[in-house]
């Protein structure tokens, strides 16, 4: 079955404690994308990565990293979370550059007090 | 840079028909993209248009006119299952911009 997997699901941890949220795709896609989802704010993207080693900024990348070194998996590391990281994130992925069609993963909620 | 626009929320009644718009400012556009999102869930994929003009996916059609930087969503023969929110986003660019969303509720 095609998925994107993201792990954990729910996640509450404390504020400077470093966290990694994974995510993996079983397409073969090429870019994929993390984003996070506040309400009344929509979805807005953390990053990007068109490939493998190739990664850039989308619009809210302060306070997060990510890294590509396979193609299915790219994840998400708060290096020292603060409190207004509290929020939704969604990993996807697509086919190709255009994103035409985006598969998303479950979701992992993050609280950090 | 990306401007979208789409309205917060729309409340429809069962079986009737409802049109969500969405109005963008961009460059370099490539097509628009749906999709919906029931709340505490992922966002699926909905439908494309890469030409300007109708796409018909069951119950569902999108159309676009590039001409008037607009789209719209339809969703026909309303079920309360289609109560969920609905993003527009434009394709073809390696940042990806959503709209905020419309949010639809259907009512019985």
């Known amino acids: 079955e095609a998925q994107v997997t993201q792990n954990p699901r729910y996640l509450i941890t404390v504020t400077g404690k470093k966290l990694t949220v994974t995510c993996s795709q079983n397409m073969n896609h090429e870019y994929m994308s993390w984003y996070r989802q506040d309400p009344g704010l929509g979805l807005r993207q953390i990053y990007y990565s068109m490939n493998v080693e190739v990664t850039d900024k989308g619009d809210v990348p302060e306070g997060y990293k990510v890294s590509r070194k396979e193609k299915r998996n790219f994840p998400l590391i708060l290096e020292s979370p603060s409190p207004n990281q509290t929020s939704l994130y969604f990993c996807?992925?697509?086919?190709?550059?255009?994103?035409?069609?985006?598969?998303f993963g479950q979701g992992t909620r993050l609280t950090v007090v | 840079g990306q401007s979208l626009e789409q309205p917060s929320e729309v409340t429809a009644v069962e079986g009737a028909i409802v049109q969500i718009n969405c109005t963008y400012q961009?460059?370099?556009?490539?097509?628009l993209s749906w999709y919906q999102q029931h709340d505490g869930g992922a966002p699926t994929f909905l439908s494309y248009?890469?030409?300007?003009g109708l796409e018909e996916t069951g119950r569902f059609s999108s159309f676009l006119s590039r001409s008037d930087s607009y789209g719209y969503l339809l969703l026909q023969e309303l079920q309360m299952k289609d109560s969920a929110s609905y993003f527009c986003?434009?394709?073809?660019?390696?940042?990806?911009?959503f709209g905020t969303g419309t949010k639809l509720q259907v009512i019985p």
């Open positions: 996807a992925s697509s086919y190709g550059l255009m994103n035409t069609e985006a598969f």
């Open positions: 986003a434009p394709t073809g660019y390696q940042k990806v911009t």
């Open positions: 248009n890469g030409l300007d």
């Open positions: 961009t460059s370099g556009f490539y097509g």
